[in-house]
């Protein structure tokens, strides 16, 4: 029996449930490259496989009032804190009872009812949003905490580094996570921030910054908690990079020319977080393979039934094109 | 109500109030407490003009002091917005809206749209617009304009005290973002202000002065260049209506058209720029739509195409005066009218 | 000169010529060249679209790539401006102005003015704009409204291959800051493009169909909605005049009112959202000039007002179309004459 | 004969001339103070006074064909780039014949001719354009640097921190000279950044940072030498964060009744820049008390001569109103 690192914590119930999260966002975005590319999928589609220990790390500490705030890349973090697949499936497709009535698509999934409070097509749009919730949690005095989800290049974003000094100076119950997946399209990260740790921009804010590998769930995991712990607790903020790789282009239709031959197979063999998750599990003897591969099933099944869904689902009419843009009229 | 007041004191009150009535409301910016951190006096400014001061001693966990960091904090605002307060938010002059449009446009206007209608975004950004103090051309632009032309959004451009106070309560109230355009010339301006909270509804024109020959639009601080210009054409026999629509957007567009049907003459008067303005705004719906009550072509009094210069001598004859506004309303009543 | 190239190629070829003209021209933006530090190909990807590919094999000093940081390196395009370069910088989308603005408008547009006509700032920003593409509301918008608000800066709305090319040119060897929007929809479209290189002044409008029953005046794609519709009118025995300005500042407004004087009605066709748009900029200024000459209302045909949506059907009709263009037409035509 | 850090490098033409741009700063500052009172001057004025090592040990470095991005708080620096001081006054006044035509003022002083990129109206406005010089000496193949100025609380606004990963990603020939003297506006920079050293930022994007005395001209003197020295010889950027007090409110009118009774009081009679100057070149016996005396007297007669020139100039007339906008119209 293996020690895993984190996985004390962890009961049964929420491995399982971390894999399920892991699963979903796996088979939704594998899914999603085999559609798109029968031409039936509107719009840009960024798809986040190959990350997915790190939505499931963090937001297996978050609450239901816990907030997010995504990016373009953003499905992940829509299913693991909650959003509906289905939801989220008809709105890619651009339907009527997507979880956007199919106004925003891919790239503006949001569900704020689940603390979900936005995928953004702008890169840097989310650290602002969450210095607020936390600025809000702080003033009606409730414990609630925000995350939000940054790549390599929204790093380099003015936004998000004001976002790091705000939420220090106001010591609010932020946790900035950087998802370093070694490009921002297809410039590489050694370039646009001379591959050095993007954690040590915290460090000239005054708050904590830590780099772990974003494969690995329980790494996530076990940061992402001492940060939401520390944040809940009036702690203030903190920065989490973590290491990642992702497995398809930067949006579907990408050639992928300016990556390595094999990097990716490379990585799907040596670090997939859903290969690693059940290695540890398993011969920790902490979860059956079949327990593994009965969540497998169950979640092919729901894509399955997401896609064709989608598909049905009817468009929307002329009479969603001028309504909410404004609450009161 | 004989009580006086002036403008920027109808401003701080409609907050107080709003802070006192409702635990949600915030206020935030650059020194809008004026002070935090430092050896002296707390609320030492209140905002740069003092539009905030007082109000930390009263609500000292509310009103919140800023680094220079824009994007970040009306960001902030959009984000608490969404999650259970209704903040108000500085952004200091208009003119530094570059640093920070993102999240004022892409983000808390957009949202309820994009997100299908579940977002929920009461925020208030309070700004500085206009010429008049020589604070040159980063510092004395009228870009409402721009924020006009953003759907989501809602622009309030009060032009005296009572509307002040009484917008800037309806600002807070409404579910949607709001930018709040403050008159930096128009601050030390008193009227007749009640002290009891009140709300002038967003999109609601009013008839400053009643005319039956010509209808004048008029913006902000250009409400009493137009009020001047009126009470100077009497004396010639010319009887100006006078519209301040108050907001821009939503734009009251039917009080607008009932003057118009009633004067059969247009002017409109903006201190911003004249390209994609809203005098052409306005122009160009009127012309649209009231095209067969119009006696005279209408007419735009607007800045010229320039930025706002600095010197004194050239920022006075930037921004329209009185005597620009009789000009023009001179010509659509003398020259051309069709009836 | 039969070589049918795309609205793309034009623009690549524009670069590549410019470039090669002259040394002092450089070109940055995001993924420009694409893969700088990665393992694989080096310009991989030449842009997000691709306009740029092909231009870092000959020119590898002056094809840079850049990190996600828009003030930055546009603010770079304009110190650079002032210091011996043109510069042509991409922003991405239009859309991601607002992280940017600042260093378009407050700096590069204004240097000259504020300084007393000092600087000379030739750069050019190239950005894509337009829905079309169900990129939804942070990807498709056509904000040039906003920025022909702007004194100081050129903005360029080129509507086909050939125009692309020649305003491309002119825009890179002009002395002022330059905003040229390109049409994601259109960077496929095909064209008679001549080889060597040439301009197109900038504040010159083409007539792309004479007629003497309306004039339409149209943006960028609108030009061939309006080409649609004109072509359908024909039939009904209605002749449009279409009116491409070309470049929305400056604005050739005498070619504008010249085509009004004769057909006596307007019809503007605008892709971007209604308030404060180039639809009211140049219906108000035709109503404001040629009063006289109109005997119909000028009519606005363009996007509603809100963020663009993302469901195919939706954008659909979002966008101008030629059932609306020609709509609108008959409108003009048909009723209201008071000729 | 005491040592004097840096000092060995300076002739005694240049100790005289370092001497005589901050009193002439000083000189200029302190009148703008007084005639600012009067009610005379337009607009919004923000004073250097207290901060002049800074400029002045700074352009002691750069050659005319050098550039600087300027702040709201520029005229030291403009007087250190070499710009015209009655030009600046007049400009001030508001003056056809200022430097800026009497249409940009305090806060748009340039002159390109002498590499003055302008002060800057907006907060954080320099740095990126500093990054576009850098870049034309670079592709150029010149050998110029740029530096830009930046207060403690512009190094919070994105721009500023975005140039600085540009900077250090094309490798450019910048410096980053960060103004902290306390304040940005009434707000503390014990507030605003927490009062950590802004040197430490330049850490997160890899460039070296340091933090000097900025009331010790030979410190900056010292610090900016290598730092130009490193841009110029293709080592890319610095950031050199100088530690400052400014003698006068964040603008004309300011009432400072955020500071502690006496803190200027204070700073002047132990850290003035001017008094330290002299002490230390005097005492090191390299200039003699009277030959900095007479300067001060000439710099005296400048400034009153351009105050009154600043008085007595004409106002622009009608005709500059619309001109300049454009190159070509
Ligand atoms: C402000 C802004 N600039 C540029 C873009 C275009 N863009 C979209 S995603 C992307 C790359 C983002 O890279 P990163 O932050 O590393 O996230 P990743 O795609 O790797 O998850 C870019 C440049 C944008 N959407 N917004
Ligand atoms: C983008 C922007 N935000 C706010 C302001 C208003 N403002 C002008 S100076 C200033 C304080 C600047 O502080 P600091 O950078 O420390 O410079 P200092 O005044 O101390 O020299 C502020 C907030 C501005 N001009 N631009
Ligand atoms: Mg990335
Ligand atoms: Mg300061």
Same mark, same amino acid.
């Given at each position: ?10 009961? %049964? ?16 975005? +594998? ?54 697949? $289905? ?24 569900? /704020? ?47 998000? /580094? ?137 979640? $092919? ?9 989608? $598909? ?18 | ?28 910016? +650059? ?23 007082? /109000? ?53 206007? %957009? ?42 959004? %809602? ?28 008159? $930096? ?16 509804? /967003? ?37 100006? +209506? ?98």
């Amino acid at each position: 029996m293996t020690e895993v690192a984190g996985a004390q914590e962890l009961g %049964k119930e929420q491995l399982l449930d971390a894999y399920r999260t892991m699963r979903t966002i796996r088979e939704f975005e +594998e899914r999603l490259h085999v559609e798109f590319a029968t031409g039936e999928i509107p719009g840009f589609v960024h798809l986040y496989a190959g990350e997915e220990a790190i939505a499931a790390g963090v937001m297996a500490h978050l609450d239901a009032d816990d907030y997010i705030a995504s990016t373009h890349r953003g499905h992940g973090h829509a299913i693991a804190k909650g959003c509906d697949v $289905k939801g989220m499936m008809k709105e890619i497709y651009g339907k009527a009872d997507g979880l956007c009535h199919g106004k925003g698509g891919s790239m503006h999934i949001a569900d /704020l009812d689940k603390g979900m409070l936005g995928a953004n097509g702008i890169v840097g749009g989310g650290p602002p949003l969450v210095c607020g919730v936390g600025l809000s949690a702080k003033v009606r005095g409730t414990n609630q905490v925000a995350v939000s989800f940054t790549g390599d290049g929204g790093s380099n974003q003015g936004t998000t /580094l004001e976002s790091m000094n705000l939420a220090a100076v106001w010591d609010l119950p932020v946790v900035f996570v950087i998802e370093n997946n070694g490009y921002a399209e297809a410039t590489s990260t050694n370039f646009s921030t001379k591959g050095l740790d993007i954690a040590k921009r915290a460090d000239g804010f005054g708050i904590p910054g830590v780099v772990v590998d974003g494969h690995d769930f329980f790494a996530v995991y076990e940061a992402a908690g001492e940060a939401i712990r520390r944040a809940r607790e009036g702690g203030g903020p903190s920065l989490i990079e973590c290491k990642v790789n992702r497995y398809y282009g930067h949006f579907e239709g990408d050639a992928q020319t300016y990556r390595a031959p094999n990097e990716v197979e490379n990585i799907r063999q040596e670090k997939d977080c859903l290969m690693l998750f059940r290695q540890r599990v398993t011969s920790a003897g902490l979860v059956e393979d079949g327990e593994l591969d009965r969540i497998d099933e169950e979640v $092919k099944q729901l894509i399955d039934e997401s896609v064709e869904e989608g $598909k049905a689902s009817p468009e929307p009419g002329e009479e969603y094109l001028l309504t909410d843009v404004y609450v009161s009229y | 109500m004989a009580r006086r007041i002036t403008y920027m004191q109808a401003i701080n009150e409609a907050l107080r109030q709003e802070m006192e009535r409702d635990e949600s409301v915030v206020v935030f910016g +650059e020194d809008n407490v004026g002070g935090t951190g430092a050896p002296g006096e707390d609320d030492a400014w209140g905002g740069v003009m003092g539009v905030t001061k007082g /109000l930390y001693p009263h609500f000292p966990d509310r009103v919140i002091d800023t680094p220079i960091s824009e994007s970040a904090f009306i960001g902030a605002a959009a984000g608490a917005a969404c999650s259970g307060l209704r903040p108000v938010a500085e952004l200091m002059f208009v003119d530094f809206f570059g640093v920070c449009m993102d999240q004022i446009y892409n983000q808390a206007a %957009k949202f309820r749209y994009m997100f299908g209608g579940k977002a929920v975004t009461p925020m208030v950004i309070r700004t500085m617009y206009g010429a008049g103090i020589r604070a040159a051309a980063q510092h004395s632009q009228s870009l409402y304009p721009i924020f006009t032309h953003i759907p989501g959004l %809602k622009v309030v451009v009060p032009s005296n005290p009572y509307d002040a106070k009484g917008l800037m309560i309806a600002s807070i109230r409404d579910d949607d973002p709001v930018i709040f355009f403050e008159n $930096k010339v128009l601050y030390t301006m008193e009227g007749e202000v009640p002290e009891e909270p009140y709300e002038i509804p /967003l999109g609601e024109a009013e008839y400053v002065r009643e005319g039956d020959d010509v209808t004048i639009v008029a913006i902000g601080r250009m409400v009493s260049m137009a009020e001047q210009a009126a009470e100077a054409l009497s004396g010639e026999g010319i009887e100006c +209506e006078i519209v301040d629509p108050r907001t821009t957007s939503p734009l009251d567009e039917e009080t607008i058209f009932e003057s118009v049907e009633n004067t059969g003459r247009l002017v409109v008067v903006d201190e911003a720029n004249p390209r994609c303005s809203l005098a052409t705004d306005i122009a160009a719906r009127v012309a649209e739509n009231c095209f067969d009550d119009l006696k005279a072509a209408p007419k735009m009094v607007t800045a010229p195409h320039t930025p706002p210069p600095f010197s004194p001598t050239l920022e006075d004859l930037y921004v329209p005066d009185p005597e620009r506004v009789a000009a023009a309303v001179r010509e659509v009543t003398g020259a051309g009218a069709r009836a």
